[in-house]
């Protein structure tokens, strides 16, 4: 046994990794959630583009306003799936780090 002054170089050395790893972790937590806002804000802007398709008429100017929106419309959908791609790794990601955590710290000793 150690006294509360002295902890073994192994024992360090493992609270360091799980302490770099719950860090690594914090961040791509924050990077997924990150990435679900702007999905969620795509979403919305979807929302507002076509409600902006639906008034418009079959005017000459409003033909061309259609195709700017539908394109737009278009690089937002790009923009989701990668995005979704993103998070979809990022959960990946933490689970194996949640993994990785849970059995560093189940194989910590203090002998």
Not at 18 to 44: C, P, Y
């Amino acid at each position: 046994m150690f006294s509360g002054k002295e902890m073994p170089q192994e024992i360090r050395t493992k609270l360091g990794q799980i302490v770099d790893l719950q860090e690594q972790t914090a961040t791509m937590r924050a990077d997924a959630k990150s990435a679900q806002e702007r999905i969620d804000a795509l979403f919305r802007d979807q929302e507002r583009l076509r409600e902006n398709i639906k008034a418009l008429r079959d005017t000459r100017e409003d033909q061309e306003l259609r195709s700017r929106r539908l394109d737009q419309l278009s690089k937002q959908e790009d923009q989701i799936q990668s995005t979704r791609a993103q998070v979809e790794t990022l959960n990946q990601e933490i689970d194996a780090g949640q993994k990785r955590l849970s059995d560093l710290i189940a194989n910590l000793s203090w002998q």
